[in-house]
């Protein structure tokens, strides 16, 4: 793999299951985030991690959790998924030259 | 509070000059981004920017002047694939990324 990768593409879930969204860089890069994108509201942090074994609430927490066990993997998981919760989930890591954030293809998510 | 602001939606020809603007408010400054978004993919980046100033790069501008909480992406030559989103976002004081909705750029032949 190169980059970021994510999955699954799309899922459709019930109202009140448990879901986890897969991420994996192969960068090598230190810090990972999660975001999730509505329309006409931009991109909201929910989580993020600075490195390895720390993670980080942003600016939408509730409802998520993360977990960060080795550099290439930060799943995020909605413990009993809700309504409000359908929107497209975009995972990232930085590295480069400014630091600059590389995002994964995104995770298109409707709860029911 | 925290903010960024870029118009919603803007339209330009086929081959002109169009510039996105974006005022920011921030606790702090450490650089400004650039990222262009096509409908259904993700952000990818386009500039960064930390002194004052115009960089270029290619038919892309980016300019700065912190002193007014202002930038602008200056795209030239437009042409049918620039038609996406363009996300401006600022670094604050403790280099958390702040992001602005996005200005959707729509191109017409």
């Given at each position: 793999i190169a980059g970021i990768t994510q999955a699954p593409t799309s899922q459709i879930l019930a109202a009140g299951r448990r879901m986890t969204l897969r991420c994996t860089q192969d960068?090598?890069?230190?810090a990972m985030y999660w975001y999730r994108q509505d329309l006409g509201l931009g991109l909201r942090l929910i989580h993020y991690s600075n490195t390895a074994g720390t993670t980080g609430k942003g600016e939408v927490p509730d409802g998520y959790s993360v977990s960060r066990a080795n550099t290439d993997d930060f799943p995020l998981t909605l413990a009993s998924a809700v309504p409000s919760q359908t929107s497209v989930y975009f995972c990232a890591s930085s590295g480069g030259d400014y630091n600059e954030q590389f995002f994964g293809p995104g995770t298109r998510l409707t709860v029911l | 509070g925290q903010n960024i602001d870029q118009p919603t939606e803007m339209t330009a020809t086929e081959g002109a000059i169009v510039q996105i603007n974006c005022t920011y408010q921030t606790s702090g400054f450490n650089g400004l981004f650039w990222y262009q978004q096509h409908a259904g993919e993700a952000p990818t980046f386009l500039s960064y920017n930390v002194l004052d100033g115009l960089e270029e790069k290619g038919r892309f501008s980016s300019f700065l002047s912190r002193s007014k909480g202002y930038s602008y992406l200056l795209l030239k030559e437009?042409?049918?694939?620039?038609?996406a989103s363009y996300l401006c976002a600022v670094f604050d004081s403790n280099y958390q990324l702040i992001w602005g909705a996005g200005t959707k750029l729509i191109i017409k032949p």
């Open positions: 960068m090598r890069h230190n | 437009l042409q049918m694939k620039d038609s």
